[in-house]
């Protein structure tokens, strides 16, 4: 607790809403509209700073509180039954010690009191602020947030550098993890999703360093990433089909360059009826199913045991009954056990791959394969690969920083020893505009895709014209963009 408030800012400090910008949205495709601008709310209230005997007084409640709550009965009670028993108990104490405090005071006390206990104390108003993208804490008394872009100072404060250790350490601990002298480095999660990474001493300089990147609440549809045209709408048409009908498809692509989220849009095309099973290192997929059942790997502790790999969960995971499997990025090993799983029953599963164009992505799976050191020849592997995945998606994050899906590649099979691939859809770089970005344009090769006779028996219709290589799908870039 290190926190009180004294006096509530005045109701016309607070600032105005700002209208949605649905064009300036349109305008800037290269850019995740921040959710400010989607839904203006308006900012966290300001708590001043903190008066010394004040804040005495209500360090000696919170202890008393503790003293005298029936601890033990903690994990029984929901948070709105902990916050009404803490409040009568606020109430009472100040009402004992005559603090001159007001309704909306003790609310705010109580608040404080029940994030502390149950939540991640004076982080919980931030985290629960819908309009702050990130949250940066330098040492006890220094937290940044950024909201709509842009970098600001908070008002939230720890009470020591021991404060802020301590709920670091409630949140490294609540996803199995730990953070100390011997290992000062750490990345974790939160309940909702939230990706924490926390630097402490002798690594830290100024007391803990923690970066929390808030969970998007609304991951982008495919809706949307027609609407910032990274994807013309009949290749996204195709695609959902594509994934409807259980053809697999990795999607390939560079750092930031859009495939998570493209993993994400296109989970959209899979049957609620299905059961998916999601291997992550750190789970950040939005799956939009009812039925996901998430796994997650697992470091090795201290004393270098206990480390559960990717290779682990996928093997794992096909005694589950899934059926697809969903592997955030495959990277290794695991590899071998994906493509016998796509080639055992689980058509349809998805992986995001990094590699820079849609050959790389397989030349970088036989590599991974390699990995596992099993004594297959390259031919069987190739056989493995070829027969396991139908299309392969590459994202791109171009100069200007727009981000495009740039190839839509179908592998097609075998010849001799050589993995046969040809490409449904490109984009091409024309030029660059006056304004530095990327002209260039969408557009079908004209070739037919293999996968399209499966797609039809299954009821899926795509229209000739997506196919048609006579004109662009979609021209981006330059004046038009
Ligand atoms: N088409 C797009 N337009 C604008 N922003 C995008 C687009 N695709 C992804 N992003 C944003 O780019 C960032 C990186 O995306 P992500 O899918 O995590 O990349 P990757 O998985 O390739 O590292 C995220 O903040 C995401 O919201
Ligand atoms: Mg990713």
């Keep these: 607790m290190s926190r009180f408030v004294l006096k509530r800012r005045p109701a016309e400090d607070t600032p105005p809403e700002t209208p949605v910008d649905d064009e300036a949205v349109a305008d800037t495709p290269e850019r995740a509209p921040a ?10 209230r300001e708590r001043p700073e903190i008066d010394g005997d004040m804040l005495e ?22 948070p709105e039954e902990l916050r009404t028993q803490i409040g009568v108990f606020v109430t009472k104490a100040i009402a004992d010690q005559r603090l001159p405090m007001g309704a909306a005071e003790v609310k705010d006390f109580t608040d404080d009191i029940v994030n502390e206990m149950v939540g991640l104390g004076p982080l919980e108003p931030l985290l ?4 702050i993208a990130d949250i940066l804490i330098n040492g006890y008394n220094q937290v940044y947030i950024e909201r709509g872009g842009e970098l600001e100072l908070s008002n939230a404060r720890f009470r020591d550098n021991l404060h802020l250790r301590r709920i670091i350490n409630k949140i490294v601990s609540a996803v199995g993890r730990r953070v100390d002298e011997g290992s000062p480095l750490v990345d974790a999660r939160l309940a909702d999703g939230s ?8 690594i830290a300089i100024d007391g803990p360093l923690v970066s929390i990147r808030k969970f998007s ?7 949307k990433l027609v609407e910032f045209q990274a994807i013309p709408k009949p290749v996204a048409d195709f695609l959902y089909g594509a994934v409807k009908s259980r053809v697999t498809a990795i999607i390939s692509g560079g750092t930031g360059s ?9 989970s959209a095309a899979i049957s609620h009826k299905e059961r998916l099973i999601t291997i992550e290192d750190a789970a950040e997929l939005q799956l939009q199913q009812p039925h996901v059942a998430r796994m997650e790997t697992r470091p090795a502790n201290l004393e270098g045991n206990g480390e559960i790999k990717q290779r682990e969960l996928v093997k794992n995971a096909l005694r589950m009954r899934p059926d697809r499997v969903i592997l955030g990025e495959v990277r290794s090993e695991e590899a071998f056990d994906m493509l016998q799983a796509m080639n055992t029953g689980h058509e349809g599963s998805m992986a995001t791959i990094h590699a820079n164009n849609p050959r790389e992505a397989i030349t970088r799976l036989e590599q991974m394969v390699a990995m596992g050191g099993l004594r297959i020849s390259q031919e069987a592997v190739r056989g493995q690969i070829s027969a396991a995945i139908g299309i392969i998606i590459q994202a791109q994050r171009l100069s200007d920083g727009s981000r495009r899906i740039t190839h839509v590649t179908e592998v097609t099979g075998m010849e001799g020893e050589v993995i046969q691939m040809q490409d449904l859809f490109v984009f091409k770089r024309v030029d660059t505009g006056e304004d530095g970005t990327v002209i260039g344009e969408f557009r079908a090769t004209g070739l037919r895709p293999k996968c399209l006779d499966e797609m039809t028996r299954k009821g899926i219709v795509v229209p000739a014209e997506t ?3 006579s004109k ?4 981006v870039g330059g004046k038009n963009g």
């Design 35 to 44: 959710p400010a601008q989607e839904e203006p709310e308006p900012p966290a």
């Design 57 to 78: 007084a209500k360090l000696q409640i919170h202890n008393k509180l503790i003293d005298e709550l029936d601890l033990s009965n903690l994990d029984q009670m929901t």
């Design 217 to 223: 609440k609304k991951p982008f549809t495919l809706e």
């Design 472 to 475: 662009p799908l979609l021209s």
């Design 128 to 131: 629960q602020d819908d309009s």
């Design 467 to 469: 196919f048609d290589p």
């Design 258 to 266: 859009g495939k998570t989220t493209l993993l994400n849009a296109l």
């Design 195 to 202: 990706r924490v990474n926390a630097a402490i001493e002798p």
